[in-house]
């Protein structure tokens, strides 16, 4: 597979091209460097310098030669205008870009944001929880003997050994279609299964090294093997092999030239192709575009399920936006979800990790996943209500348990942020 097969494939939202006599004119989405520096606002300065992506400048002094390439500005400054004569022409360009571009990709782990330039895992944001039931199961081979705020080194080296290395999380190769189910009350095993039963024809969500990424009814282990086992991804780079590895395996990837994150646009793009009942997953700071994403539920008379996800250290404010507009919250270590969120919930799944389920729609995407955990586990009489009968569903030894929020114990550990 070669760029310019991916430009044959037509537009997507790196990308729209207009074809006229003689030549091509498109408008081509340059990468950038913004959101990744306003995650780590305290990066060293030679990081910073290795994370440089050619500017809208750069690319008009550097790759328009007059002849076969003309580039221009446009208002929108992560842009440009191209006109070329042909498609390899236009093949060539990108090829050129992202041979001066970085690879760069960001994830989450235990409340740190984690920096990898060429899949190398080079810095760690503080971490933000104090505790956490993960970090005994998972993290003292790795450096971290007591709390995860103790060791940003230690979780740079869990990392590298368990993401990387052992799970190739990031690999071109990796398998994309996955019938295994990881977790108990993961989002993804959540939506594959609601796939597999026709419940949803849709699912935008975020994939390592592909960014937004839209998979049709077809294909439900798609869900579950374009994410398996990650934390959050906030920044990506694709590559050739990973883009066609999604193709062959039903997987669009919204934005195959620079792997960008826009859950709105992938939402778009789902809508365009005729789904009717799409989940859309957010995370951190984009949930607060929850809002947005309901708009284009209503305009468009569909329905748009909407699971927020990644909640450690978002604001009071994008948590009031996830009570009122999610249909399914995942708690991670947020003070804001234990004091806003959950008291607004009408059922909860997990108790050290809890998932909050806030509408009934919600629910009725839950049940396929409970159906799989435990056929003999009767869902029909559990009553939906907030406060203190608040239905909570836990695994009891492979089967599946009900209690209600009252019974819950106060030594019950559960994620813990640090403020």
Not at 63 to 82: M, T
Not at 199 to 219: E, R, Y
Not at 250 to 255: A, K, M, S
Not at 267 to 275: C, E, N, R, S, V
Request: hydrophobic share 40%.
């Amino acid at each position: 597979m070669e760029w310019i097969d991916v430009l044959q494939n037509g537009n997507n939202g790196d990308i729209k091209l207009q074809k006229r006599t003689g030549y091509i004119k498109c408008r081509l989405k340059i990468a950038s460097a913004k959101k990744i520096l306003q995650l780590f606002p305290d990066l060293p300065e030679e990081l910073k310098e290795r994370i440089i992506y050619p500017s809208v400048t750069d690319c008009i002094e550097k790759y328009s030669d007059g002849e076969k390439i003309i580039i221009c500005k446009l208002k929108d400054k992560y842009r440009i205008n191209v006109l070329a004569n042909t498609m390899k022409d236009l093949a060539e360009l990108i090829e050129k870009i992202r041979a001066d571009s970085p690879i760069v990709d960001v994830s989450r782990m235990f409340g740190a944001f984690v920096l990898m330039i060429n899949r190398e895992p080079v810095w760690s944001s503080e971490p933000l929880i104090l505790t956490c039931p993960l970090q005994e199961r998972h993290l003292n081979t790795y450096g971290i003997k007591k709390g995860v705020s103790e060791s940003k080194q230690g979780i740079l080296n869990y990392f590298k050994e368990k993401v990387l290395k052992n799970d190739d999380a990031f690999g071109a190769n990796r398998p994309l279609s996955i019938c295994d189910r990881f977790v108990y009350y993961g989002t993804s095993e959540i939506l594959a299964e609601a796939m597999a039963t026709k419940t949803i024809d849709a699912v935008v969500q975020v994939s390592n090294s592909l960014g937004t990424v839209l998979i049709g009814g077809k294909n439900p282990d798609a869900v579950e093997g374009s994410v398996a086992k990650m934390t959050g991804l906030f920044h990506t780079t694709t590559n050739l092999e990973i883009v066609q590895n999604a193709e062959l395996n039903g997987i669009e990837p919204i934005f195959p030239i620079t792997g960008y994150i826009d859950q709105v646009i992938g939402l778009k793009q789902a809508i365009k192709k005729g789904y009717k009942n799409i989940v859309v997953t957010t995370a951190f700071m984009q949930n607060s575009r929850l809002k947005k994403i309901e708009e284009l539920e209503r305009m468009n008379r569909i329905n748009v399920y909407r699971f927020a996800l990644c909640s450690t250290a978002i604001s009071k404010k994008v948590a009031k936006m996830m009570a009122e507009k999610a249909d399914v919250v995942t708690s991670c270590a947020s003070k804001y979800v234990k004091e806003i969120i959950a008291p607004e919930a009408i059922a909860q799944v997990g108790l050290t990790i809890p998932v909050y389920i806030m509408t009934k729609r919600g629910w009725n995407l839950l049940l396929p996943r409970l159906k799989r955990i435990d056929p003999t586990f009767d869902c029909s009489k559990i009553v939906l209500t907030k406060g203190e009968e608040r239905p909570v569903i836990y695994n009891d030894k492979g089967k599946l348990g009900l209690i209600y929020k009252k019974d819950i114990r106060l030594d019950c550990v559960c994620p813990s942020p640090l403020s």
